[in-house]
């Protein structure tokens, strides 16, 4: 029965010592998490996605060309489909912090949005009529063809607005990604 009450005030002493580091540990903070994202890394968070591909577009288009000789006529209908697509580079934005590194307000300004030359999916002839001696198209006018159905869906993308939906999607991404660490977002113009 002594043992027993021994082990009973033993195990009330160790249980009391934990309970008191416990509650020094609590008061110290030493079970608290705390979730803060220093500022520089997370402009070289940015930066890392050097290159950040916003808007797509798929179209298709159609060239005629007509050639006409003393011995007769040739035309050709080409028809194009591809893509054009825009991005931000990432890397070439300029970012503020206008209240030092510990604020949580940042300032950004994205660099022009470049739209890259289309990528050809198809290029074939829809048509093809002529004369029976008409000419033949040369490389040189088969290629001049090709470049003004490219320079076509281009110029449709810009129509299109493919610039400024491409620079809207890169905004809405940043703010989104820098919000949700505690950011307020501010775009310069």
């Not at 008191?20 to 890394?41: D, H, K, M, N």
């Not at 798929?58 to 000789?69: A, F, I, L, W």
């Not at 001696?133 to 490219?150: F, I, Y």
Request: aromatic content about 6%; overall charge positive.
């Amino acid at each position: 029965m002594l043992r027993y009450l021994s082990s009973l005030v033993v195990g009330a002493a160790v249980a009391i010592v934990i309970l008191a580091i416990g509650w020094v540990a609590l008061r110290a903070g030493w079970f608290q998490t705390q979730s803060q994202t220093a500022s520089f890394p997370v402009i070289q968070q940015i930066k890392l996605v050097a290159k950040l591909q916003t808007v797509e577009y798929h179209g298709t288009n159609t060239v005629r060309k007509h050639k006409e000789t003393a011995f007769g006529s040739n035309t050709v209908v080409y028809l194009l489909e591809g893509k054009v697509v825009a991005s931000v580079d990432l890397e070439k934005m300029r970012i503020d912090l206008p209240g030092g590194p510990d604020a949580r307000k940042v300032r950004l300004k994205l660099p022009d949005v470049v739209v890259d030359d289309p990528v050809v999916k198809r290029l074939e002839v829809l048509m093809s009529c002529g004369t029976l001696l008409g000419p033949e198209l040369t490389d040189a006018e088969r290629n001049s063809v090709h470049q003004e159905a490219l320079g076509k869906l281009k110029l449709a993308a810009d129509e299109d607005g493919i610039r400024e939906k491409a620079r809207k999607q890169a905004e809405d991404y940043l703010r989104t990604f820098l919000t949700a660490l505690g950011y307020a977002v501010e775009f310069a113009a």
